[in-house]
């Protein structure tokens, strides 16, 4: 009995391993995007999503402030056109 309770204990310490050792996020990040259609970029704290017509990550890039974010605007090629 003891045996069994102490084998399924290790059962569970194993399966959850892996969760132990993501990294919390850190803190905020900003992207850079382009809507193809009006040639603008804008600046968006959430993680672009691929899968929206028309927008595009402009950048590969995250920056940690906003302020880094728009400066970086000034400098990208497809956002100058």
């Known amino acids: 009995m003891k045996r069994g309770l102490l084998s399924f ?17 850190k803190g905020p990040a900003f992207y850079i995007v382009l ?12 993680t672009p999503r691929t899968d929206t017509p028309n927008i595009t990550v402009a950048s590969d890039a995250i920056y940690q402030t906003r302020v880094e974010a728009e400066t970086a605007v000034k400098t990208l090629t497809p956002c100058n056109q």
């Open 9 to 25: 204990g290790f059962l569970l310490v194993i399966l959850g391993g892996p969760g132990w050792s993501q990294t919390a996020k």
């Open 35 to 46: 809507n193809s259609l009006t040639k603008k970029c804008t600046v968006v704290d959430k």
